[in-house]
């Protein structure tokens, strides 16, 4: 059964909106307690004289119907979580099949849940569409715009507190599978902006939500984390981030 479109109505933003302290709060709570360990590393960046694959739209994307990063405000971030996985029991396409089958199979859905607004239950296609709930007085609408037998690819749509795309992905390397989340983005408005990256609340909610889906990814695949989770951020001027 395919899902039609449907508008977040007046009353649940508002309600999402009463509950982002709660939902801040228990986050920040789990964050506290997290014992995996985590290598983060953040510098200034540039754009390649090519721009990344990830700041351009596959052939029959429309990109006036999406949120793109030149849409947003502040810096551009180019992120990136990686871990990998030992004794997986799936390969990395396996691994994939049953993310794009169900991302809320590894997604923290105490704090992040898929909901499914435009697409088919059970797979993965370009087009199909979610809102992503979480803690905070924005919901976080995506548009599937690449599908792979290693990866899927988002960008964001209006209403989301980005803008910009991100990447989930899997792949062999020697005897592990290694998993990794890439994005680059700009905060949607100013108040985003100020929020993520001058007080940087958001930012830690955001870190801690892919820290948890990579432990999930984990838990999915049957093998054990090895070398923790890396998180490399660059922070790349607005100006340089115009083309």
């Known amino acids: 059964m395919r899902v039609m479109p449907r508008r977040t109505s007046a009353t649940r933003r508002w309600l999402t909106a009463a509950t982002w302290p709660i939902g ?29 694959e990830l700041l351009t739209y596959p052939q029959g994307v429309a990109r006036d119907e999406v949120q793109g990063y030149e849409d947003g405000a502040g810096l551009l971030f180019h992120r990136c979580y990686r871990t990998h996985i030992r004794d997986s029991t799936m390969s990395a396409e396996e691994l994939m099949e049953k993310v794009q089958s169900d991302p809320n199979r590894t997604s923290p859905t105490k704090f992040a849940r898929f909901q499914l607004s435009y697409g088919v239950r059970g797979s993965l296609r370009v087009g199909d569409e979610f809102v992503v709930r979480m803690p905070g007085p924005w919901d976080g609408p995506v548009r599937v715009i690449d599908v ?12 989301h507190l980005e803008a910009g795309q991100i990447e989930f992905r899997a792949r062999p390397e020697r005897e592990l599978v290694v998993f990794e989340i ?45 070398g923790g989770v890396e998180i490399m ?3 790349i001027p607005p100006d340089a981030a115009r083309r």
């Open 233 to 235: 951020t660059e922070r």
């Open 182 to 226: 890439e994005s680059w983005a700009r905060s949607s408005t100013a108040l985003v902006d100020l929020l993520y990256h001058h007080l940087r609340m958001a930012k830690e909610v955001q870190a801690h939500m892919w820290i948890s889906f990579l432990e999930r990814v984990v838990d999915l695949s049957g093998g054990r984390m090895t």
């Open 24 to 52: 801040v709060g228990l986050t920040s709570w789990d964050y506290m307690w997290r014992t995996t360990p985590m290598r983060r590393k953040e510098a200034p960046g540039s754009l390649p004289s090519s721009l990344p």
């Open 148 to 159: 792979g037998r290693r990866s899927f690819r988002l960008a964001t749509l209006a209403g």
